[in-house]
Structures are given as structure tokens and as C-alpha cells.
């Protein structure tokens, strides 16, 4: 599935940024969307992923040692957006013109 690909290259993205920050992101906030759509991925993270109702279809990718500078040492990302896109293409596929 694309969106799969699409929320694993997000994911390494937001990790990427945090370690050139000279963070060390180590913990993974999920809402139960997000891991509902992302379990698949979520497997080989090597992350310590912890469930968050608040955050609904987002997930947090942290350093815990910066949580009381969360804004800081985190970056949120979200499924929502790649699954409204996904349903919008199923759509026009289903559309016979």
C-alpha cells in the first residue's frame, strides 16, 4: 500500500530532523488511528511507542529526555491527511467516464 510507504518515509523524515538536531528520538506517541493505518510499520520501529486517545489519527516522535520541551524535541505527524487523499483517488477510480 502507498500510504504505508508514505507514513514510513514521513516517520524517518521527522527522525532524521530530530538527530540533526542532535536529539535522540526515542519514544513514539501514537493515537488510535494513527496506529490503526500504521501497525504494519510500527513493528519494525525502534522506537518505544506509547498510545495516546488524544492524538486520534497523529503520532509524536520524541526525545524522552526533552518531554518537558516537548515542542522542541518532537515532531507530530499525521495519517489523516494520506488517508483522505487515498479515499479521494478510490473515488475517481470508481467514477466510470
Known amino acids: 500500500m502507498q500510504e504505508i510507504q508514505e507514513v514510513r518515509?514521513?516517520?524517518?523524515?521527522?527522525?532524521?530532523?530530530?538527530?540533526?538536531?542532535?536529539?535522540e528520538p526515542?519514544?513514539?506517541l501514537v493515537g488510535p488511528g494513527f496506529l490503526e493505518h500504521s501497525v504494519?510499520?510500527?513493528?519494525?520501529?525502534?522506537?518505544?511507542?506509547?498510545?495516546i486517545e488524544e492524538l486520534g489519527y497523529d503520532a509524536v516522535v520524541a526525545d524522552s529526555k526533552y518531554l518537558g520541551q516537548i515542542k522542541r524535541a518532537s515532531r507530530?505527524?499525521?495519517?489523516?491527511?494520506?488517508?483522505s487523499?487515498?479515499?479521494?483517488?478510490?473515488?475517481?477510480?470508481?467514477?466510470?467516464?
Request: glycine residues 4%.
Open 76 to 83: 507530530r505527524i499525521s495519517v489523516e491527511p494520506l488517508l
Open 40 to 51: 504494519g510499520i510500527l513493528r519494525d520501529c525502534k522506537l518505544r511507542i506509547y498510545k
Open 85 to 97: 487523499e487515498s479515499e479521494m483517488w478510490e473515488e475517481i477510480k470508481s467514477l466510470k467516464i
Open 26 to 28: 526515542d519514544i513514539l
Open 9 to 23: 518515509d514521513i516517520l524517518n523524515r521527522a527522525i532524521k530532523e530530530l538527530l540533526e538536531e542532535g536529539l
